[in-house]
Every structure is written in C-alpha cells, then in structure tokens.
Nanobody, 124 residues
Framework: QVQLVESGGGLVQAGDSLRLSCVATGGTFSNYAMGWFRQGPGKEREFVAAVTRSGGSTDYADSVKGRFAISRDNAVNTVYLQMNSLKPEDTAVYYC?????????????????WGQGALVTVSS
C-alpha cells in the first residue's frame, strides 16, 4: 500500500511561482508512474501532468503546457510540480497520484493511489 503526501501549496499572486512536492511511502516508488491532477471550485478533477516511472517522459494538459513542469527523484521517493506564471484559474486543490504501470494517463480512474491534496490559491 502506497501513501502519498503533498506539500507546498499556498496563497500566491498571479505571475508567481510555486513548487508542489509529493512524497511516497510504503511501496517501491520507481514502480509507479506519477501524475498530478487538480480540482478547482465547482469543477471536476482534471489532469495536469504525468511522468513515467523512470522520469524520462512527461505529459501535460494544454492549459499548463509551457508553465508547469513535472519531475521526480526516485532516490527520495518524491515527485514535484513546478508551477510558473500562475494564473487565478490555476486555483485548485492539487492531488498527486500513483499508477502501477510504466506511464501515466489523463484518466484519473487509471491511478491506484492518491494523496490528500494541497490547496493552491492564486489571487489576481
């Protein structure tokens, strides 16, 4: 059983940067593709980014491409989401998720484990 704990959320202004971290415990981290999802106020959960088990390949939602970067460090069981040029519409609870497969997907149902979420609020 894998436990995921996000950190790094907070209140920032539009244009600022923030980095989220997600630490995994209880499993072999390098066995999992990792993803970030978010759920804004009154919205459904949506895909943000994913990274393969090795970290060699990444994928992004169009809304964050060029502004966000996902990365992972298998030595410390952590996946990161670097968020730059933040916009008010990025305001959401951000969740990290683990999938028992080589690569992540856009579909939240394909992920096996979830963190509790980290709130990111971007003011205009």
């Amino acid at each position: 059983q894998v436990q995921l704990v996000e950190s790094g959320g907070g209140l920032v202004q539009a244009g600022d940067s923030l980095r989220l971290s997600c630490v995994a415990t209880g499993g072999t981290f390098s066995n999992y593709a990792m993803g970030w999802f978010r759920q804004g106020p009154g919205k459904e959960r949506e895909f943000v980014a994913a990274v393969t088990r090795s970290g060699g390949s990444t994928d992004y939602a169009d809304s964050v491409k060029g502004r966000f970067a996902i990365s992972r460090d298998n030595a410390v069981n952590t996946v990161y989401l670097q968020m730059n040029s933040l916009k008010p519409e990025d305001t959401a609870v951000y969740y990290c998720a683990a999938r028992v497969f080589y690569a992540g997907t856009y579909n939240a149902r394909d992920y096996n484990y979830w963190g509790q979420g980290a709130l990111v609020t971007v003011s205009s």
